[in-house]
């Protein structure tokens, strides 16, 4: 069984500042790992995603995560936001099989 | 364009009335997968094809739901006698699936929002 958690339901943050939104995930097999963002009234859009190789990962629009398997996180951080970063973001796994399994997700809104 | 694409984006229906959604996923995708996205939540997996098989359904996929893709291109969606529990965003992505998970990305279309009144 795998299940995804991200601590924080909302995050709000001034524009130009850091964000870090917490992702963590249990699961009995290896995992491959991916934050996707939806904004509004829009599908979902990978920003990165963690295959194998390094822990740390870039993605698109500045954001970097990183995979730390002994605490089972899986963490998305980008320096400096701007309003457009405004958005849900979601944390998901491919355990053993093929399909996504999503976290609840996290509010993200940017105030100038 | 050529990303996965949905259609309608909206639908509002009334309780006990039949709605059939479309997925028009990448060209050459064999993988094609429906989620449902609740207020509030994240997407939950509820099918998907390979090619035209329908190679795995979720136990949120009640009787009243059915799911096709017939010439292993687009899918399609129906419900039967809507409620109102099933109000929500319908997703569909593509994937072109290789021999190992890695290839697996999927690309997400942008939903099918259901409501039923």
């Known amino acids: 069984a795998q299940s995804v958690t991200q601590l924080d339901s909302q995050v709000p943050v001034f524009e130009e500042a850091p964000v870090e939104l917490r992702c963590n995930y249990s699961?009995?097999?290896?995992?491959?790992l991916f934050w996707y963002v939806q904004y509004p009234n829009q599908g979902l859009q990978l920003l990165l995603k963690?295959?194998?190789?390094?822990?740390l990962v870039k993605g698109i629009n500045g954001f970097e995560a990183e995979f730390n398997k002994s605490q089972t996180s899986f963490h998305l951080r980008k320096p400096s936001v701007h309003i457009s970063d405004t958005a849900e973001y979601f944390c998901?796994?491919?355990?053993?099989?093929?399909?996504?399994?999503f976290g609840a997700g996290t509010t993200v809104t940017v105030r100038a | 364009d050529t990303g996965v694409s949905q259609d309608p984006r909206h639908k509002i229906t009334k309780r006990g009335q039949n709605v059939t959604f479309r997925c028009d996923p990448i060209?050459?995708?064999?993988?094609l997968y429906w989620y449902r996205q609740t207020l509030g939540q994240g997407p939950e997996f509820l099918t998907y094809?390979?090619?035209?098989?329908?190679?795995?359904k979720s136990r949120l996929l009640s009787d009243r739901f059915s799911a096709e893709r017939p010439k292993g291109s687009f899918s399609t969606l129906e419900i039967q006698r809507t409620e109102q529990g099933d109000s929500a965003m319908y997703l569909c992505?593509?994937?072109?699936?290789?021999?190992?998970?890695?290839?697996?990305?999927?690309?997400f279309g942008p939903g099918t929002r259901l409501t039923v009144l």
């Open positions: 998901a796994v491919i355990p053993g099989d093929y399909k996504l399994s």
């Open positions: 992505a593509s994937s072109l699936a290789g021999f190992s998970r890695r290839d697996n990305e999927q690309f």
């Open positions: 094809f390979q090619n035209e098989a329908q190679l795995e």
């Open positions: 963690y295959l194998s190789g390094s822990t």
């Open positions: 060209s050459e995708h064999n993988r």
């Open positions: 699961s009995s097999v290896s995992v491959y």
